[in-house]
């Protein structure tokens, strides 16, 4: 009888559990083995709260609240508020500037002189006149000069419009990583939320079974520990998830005060479109990304800097030129007379051709062409390392789901026969659970970490492959 009444117990202490479980909110759904067919892919420096308590695996998703931000809305409020990026901004109109700087011409000059002018008054003893002439000196651009620094000029434009679009590309790719850790943070106290009702759910069974005559105290004390370690897990859970909108808070320009009410709309896992091979991920990356595009736009800039220093060889001609010259014919009693002049003046490229700045400038475009090399590369490692990690996620989420998955809840439904029927004792049973916490926790985990796989694949690439 007392073998049957302890069967009795444990099979309700296990139904209040799964009640519980069955109480809160689905969090994700496991997909038919026909959707696993359709499906197509992680930043260390980001970590995944810990689990505890009981869990049960998932059903559904919540993408969060309706009014919740989603991940286009991010990306369009960065872009216009984030104050890193509309300081670089403030470099274009800069640039642009610059180019209407080096297409000014240069001013012409203008001297008065008066010429001859004597100590002592000029007679007709004192042959002499004195003559007055106002002068223009006009410079002339001969070698286009001008021409050349308006080309240097736009090609550094170009290459600063590349940078700012580089700039976007690694704040958006921060901001990706700050948006899923505020999902994860969400999911994870949502987690916990599930193991504390679970942990309470058991320790009221365990302190009614408790009052049974010849009931172990053991099984309570465990399930306190259990109770006060998963409370400990939900405070945790709160304080990831509101430094988390913190973060995200400060990347969006959004005041301190209403980053605790930040909510966004999104899954750790959106649906996948088809991603191409390799091979295609890395040329699509070598002709979009705007790190790699910069420094092409640099071997312009560095042929176009050459070109000015070939220019400036030879200097400018300038055109004096006198309208009106007067000569005061007066004190030596003869008539005035008045007459213009003009001339040219220039220098003659003898001993300097600039041929210092001409071999520095090509030095320089050799020393471009080695660093677009080297950018290439790595723009290619980039991508090949988060297409093998996009991948290797990809196919853990799926073997997580087809075997492993289904083999714990097998387990676990068989400790809960056993445990309920008095074959094993609790502690053996709450080892079961452990394993399928841990198995639960490993899903989360990997489905966090092929989220992240996705979005540091369209970091790579520099396209927004995957949603």
Same mark, same amino acid.
Do not use: C
């Given at each position: %009888?007392?073998?049957?009444?302890?069967?009795?117990?444990?099979?309700?202490?296990?139904?209040?559990? @799964?009640?519980?479980?069955?109480?809160?909110?689905?969090?994700?759904?496991?997909?038919?083995?026909?959707?696993?067919?359709?499906?197509?892919?992680?930043?260390?420096?980001?970590?995944?709260?810990?689990?505890?308590?009981?869990?049960?695996?998932?059903?559904?998703?919540?993408?969060?609240?309706?009014?919740?931000?989603?991940?286009?809305?991010?990306?369009?409020?960065?872009?216009?508020?984030?104050?890193?990026?509309?300081?670089?901004?403030?470099?274009?109109?800069?640039?642009?500037?610059?180019?209407?700087?080096?297409?000014?011409?240069?001013?012409?000059?203008?001297?008065?002189?008066?010429?001859?002018?004597?100590?002592?008054?000029?007679?007709?003893?004192?042959?002499?006149?004195?003559?007055?002439?106002?002068?223009?000196?006009?410079?002339?651009?001969?070698?286009?000069?001008?021409?050349?620094?308006?080309?240097?000029?736009?090609?550094?434009?170009?290459?600063?419009?590349?940078?700012?679009?580089?700039?976007?590309?690694?704040?958006?790719?921060?901001?990706?990583?700050?948006?899923?850790?505020?999902?994860?943070?969400?999911?994870?106290?949502?987690?916990?939320?599930?193991?504390?009702?679970?942990?309470?759910?058991?320790?009221?069974?365990?302190?009614?079974?408790?009052?049974?005559?010849?009931?172990?105290?053991?099984?309570?004390?465990?399930?306190?520990?259990? $109770?006060?370690?998963?409370?400990?897990?939900?405070?945790?859970?709160?304080? @990831?998830?509101? %430094?988390?909108?913190?973060?995200?808070?400060?990347?969006?320009?959004?005041?301190?005060?209403?980053?605790?009410?930040? @909510?966004?709309?999104?899954?750790?896992?959106?649906?996948?479109?088809?991603?191409?091979?390799?091979?295609?991920?890395?040329?699509?990356?070598?002709?979009?990304?705007?790190?790699?595009?910069?420094?092409?736009?640099?071997?312009?800039?560095?042929?176009?800097?050459?070109?000015?220093?070939?220019?400036?060889?030879?200097?400018?001609?300038?055109?004096? $030129?006198?309208?009106?010259? $007067?000569?005061?014919?007066?004190?030596?009693?003869?008539?005035?007379?008045?007459?213009?002049?003009?001339?040219?003046?220039?220098?003659?490229?003898?001993?300097?051709?600039?041929?210092?700045?001409?071999?520095?400038?090509?030095?320089?475009?050799?020393?471009?062409?080695?660093?677009?090399?080297?950018?290439?590369?790595?723009?290619?490692?980039?991508?090949?390392?988060?297409?093998?990690? $996009?991948?290797?996620? %990809?196919?853990?989420?799926?073997?997580?789901? %087809?075997?492993?998955?289904?083999?714990?809840?097998?387990?676990?439904?068989?400790?809960?026969?056993?445990?309920?029927?008095?074959?094993?004792?609790?502690?053996?049973?709450?080892?079961?659970?452990?394993?399928?916490?841990?198995?639960?926790?490993?899903?989360?985990?990997?489905?966090?970490?092929?989220?992240?796989?996705?979005?540091?694949?369209?970091?790579?690439?520099?396209?927004?492959?995957?949603?």
């Amino acid at each position: %009888r007392s073998t049957a009444r302890a069967g009795r117990q444990r099979g309700s202490l296990i139904s209040n559990v @799964e009640r519980s479980a069955r109480s809160a909110r689905p969090l994700y759904h496991a997909p038919r083995r026909e959707d696993l067919a359709k499906r197509q892919p992680s930043d260390p420096r980001h970590t995944v709260p810990r689990l505890y308590g009981l869990l049960e695996l998932p059903t559904g998703e919540w993408e969060g609240p309706a009014h919740g931000m989603t991940l286009d809305q991010a990306i369009a409020r960065l872009l216009a508020e984030n104050a890193e990026l509309r300081s670089k901004r403030f470099e274009l109109p800069q640039a642009q500037a610059d180019v209407l700087t080096a297409g000014q011409r240069a001013n012409p000059l203008y001297f008065i002189s008066a010429n001859n002018v004597p100590y002592q008054p000029y007679s007709p003893g004192r042959f002499g006149a004195v003559q007055y002439a106002p002068t223009l000196v006009q410079p002339f651009d001969v070698n286009n000069k001008r021409g050349a620094r308006v080309a240097a000029a736009s090609q550094v434009q170009r290459v600063l419009g590349m940078q700012y679009q580089n700039a976007v590309r690694l704040a958006v790719h921060e901001l990706y990583m700050a948006y899923t850790d505020v999902i994860v943070a969400r999911e994870s106290l949502r987690y916990a939320q599930v193991g504390l009702a679970g942990a309470k759910a058991m320790l009221t069974a365990a302190q009614t079974q408790l009052r049974e005559p010849g009931q172990s105290e053991s099984d309570q004390l465990h399930m306190e520990i259990q $109770y006060e370690t998963a409370r400990l897990d939900v405070d945790q859970a709160r304080g @990831e998830l509101l %430094r988390a909108k913190h973060h995200l808070a400060a990347l969006l320009d959004i005041p301190r005060h209403q980053a605790a009410g930040l @909510e966004v709309r999104g899954r750790i896992r959106p649906p996948e479109p088809p991603v191409p091979d390799r091979d295609e991920l890395v040329r699509m990356a070598l002709s979009v990304r705007p790190d790699v595009l910069a420094y092409r736009q640099g071997i312009d800039r560095a042929h176009a800097d050459l070109n000015v220093a070939r220019k400036e060889r030879v200097d400018d001609v300038f055109l004096v $030129y006198s309208p009106f010259v $007067y000569q005061n014919n007066v004190p030596i009693g003869k008539q005035s007379v008045s007459s213009f002049s003009l001339g040219v003046m220039g220098s003659i490229p003898l001993f300097d051709r600039n041929q210092g700045e001409i071999r520095r400038a090509d030095v320089n475009v050799s020393q471009t062409r080695t660093a677009l090399a080297g950018i290439e590369r790595q723009a290619a490692a980039e991508v090949e390392s988060a297409f093998v990690e $996009y991948q290797a996620s %990809r196919d853990a989420v799926e073997r997580l789901e %087809r075997t492993i998955l289904p083999v714990s809840e097998r387990a676990r439904a068989i400790a809960h026969r056993r445990h309920a029927a008095g074959q094993i004792g609790a502690f053996e049973y709450f080892s079961s659970l452990r394993d399928r916490n841990e198995v639960v926790r490993q899903y989360r985990d990997t489905l966090v970490r092929h989220r992240r796989g996705m979005l540091q694949l369209n970091t790579a690439v520099g396209r927004r492959l995957l949603p």
